[in-house]
């Protein structure tokens, strides 16, 4: 069964090379060279594929183009989580944007995996295996991940948003330690003294890292680090809550939550609390996710273009595939302190600290990009 477009019929069976070469008169291996912008052929014969090819809207099986080329143009974007925490936490969203747009510009499509624990190894699998895929981005977290082990001993082309522990391999991250660090060293400088935390997961490298970068602030200033002020968190508003819960019994007088969304649940537990922020206890964070400059007060935060590090990992990994056997890539992008009025700095809006009077923002850069 067939309909019409044009001169053409068009069938409702998908079509083939076979099919296109008959519509357009020449040869299948012909029809095989123009879809691969082969400049063996004709002008002309080229023109007359591409116009049936554009009214029928074929698009090439990406698999067998794999085969043939060694390339689809496809680029995985693994992330090591479940959905409802895809959608929960903002970072995802803006590196699959990022990752996506650049991809786009570069004429590639991405494919998206959700690796949860449960499916790791068929993810692995599906990633090593299917050939469909020139090379994967790895949003990694965990300190020891089965997927990034797996890719390492493979012949993929991959690239980590998240540097590895041990495995020297390509990646693309943030100083966290250095960061976290300035944010803490800033609450110590305007005269915080009982200084808490709460910290992101130590199985996850970002939630490691940032816990470092605190105890090293506090130990440069000659602090003792009370565990009493440590309190776990999950990088979840939730979490935050619960954590900031447990730290009120100590009475903190400031506060670095390793993520906004567990300092935005540290503040609602301040007010839950009857607390004022910052004059009771001060709170920072760090991401500076878009509703961290809304929240009252807003947050001081350490400010990671999450969106940017997702273009520059596919610019990247791009590049790694193009140039197999290059040296590996250790890329470190910059971060800003921007301090608002949660951390005590300025005053908050409420207090009148937009008036134009008093600085409501201001940005620090803690670390400029860098190439190891």
């Known amino acids: 069964m067939s309909e019409k477009l044009g001169a053409l019929p068009i069938t409702l069976m998908p079509l083939t090379l076979e099919d296109i070469a008959h519509l357009s008169g020449v040869s299948r291996s012909t029809v095989s060279r123009v879809i691969n912008a082969d400049s063996n052929v004709k002008a002309e014969t080229r023109q007359k594929v591409l116009q049936v090819i554009q009214k029928i809207n074929f698009q090439p099986n990406l698999a067998a183009r794999g085969l043939a080329t060694g390339r689809t143009n496809v680029i995985g974007l693994v992330i090591p989580a479940g959905v409802s925490?895809?959608?929960?936490?903002?970072?995802f969203p803006q590196l699959i944007q990022g990752v996506s747009t650049d991809c786009n510009a570069h004429g590639y499509s991405v494919m998206l995996w959700l690796a949860e624990p449960e499916y790791e190894r068929r993810t692995i699998s599906q990633i090593l295996h299917n050939g469909l895929v020139d090379g994967v981005i790895v949003s990694s977290t965990l300190m020891d991940d089965?997927?990034?082990?797996?890719?390492?001993?493979?012949?993929?082309?991959?690239?980590?948003?998240?540097?590895?522990?041990?495995l020297d391999v390509n990646y693309l991250d943030i100083d966290n330690v250095q960061a976290a660090?300035?944010?803490?060293?800033?609450?110590?400088?305007?005269?915080?003294?009982?200084?808490?935390?709460?910290?992101?997961?130590?199985?996850?490298?970002?939630?490691?890292?940032?816990?470092?970068?605190?105890l090293i602030a506090l130990q440069e200033r000659n602090h003792r680090v009370n565990p009493d002020l440590v309190a776990d968190g999950d990088f979840s508003e939730a979490g935050g809550y619960a954590a900031m819960l447990c730290l009120l019994q100590q009475k903190p007088d400031a506060v670095f939550a390793a993520s906004d969304m567990m300092a935005f649940g540290a503040m609602r537990a301040l007010r839950d609390a009857n607390l004022h922020i910052p004059d009771d206890v001060a709170i920072v964070g760090f991401d500076d996710i878009p509703a961290s400059s809304k929240t009252e007060p807003p947050l001081t935060t350490i400010r990671q273009s999450v969106h940017s590090m997702g273009a520059m990992?596919?610019?990247?990994?791009?590049?790694?595939?193009?140039?197999?056997?290059?040296?590996?890539?250790?890329?470190?992008?910059?971060?800003?302190?921007?301090?608002?009025?949660?951390?005590?700095?300025?005053?908050?809006?409420?207090?009148?600290?937009?008036d134009g009077k008093n600085p409501v923002e201001q940005s620090i850069p803690t670390l400029y990009q860098h190439y190891q």
């Open 85 to 91: 925490t895809l959608f929960a936490d903002p970072y």
């Open 146 to 166: 089965p997927i990034v082990k797996s890719l390492h001993e493979s012949k993929m082309p991959f690239i980590l948003i998240g540097r590895h522990p041990i």
């Open 181 to 214: 660090r300035e944010v803490t060293s800033h609450l110590l400088h305007i005269g915080r003294k009982r200084i808490g935390t709460i910290t992101g997961p130590q199985n996850q490298i970002a939630g490691y890292d940032r816990y470092q970068g605190y």
């Open 313 to 354: 990992a596919v610019d990247t990994l791009i590049d790694i595939i193009d140039h197999p056997g290059s040296e590996t890539r250790h890329i470190i992008v910059a971060t800003e302190l921007v301090i608002r009025s949660s951390c005590g700095t300025f005053k908050s809006r409420s207090e009148g600290g937009d």
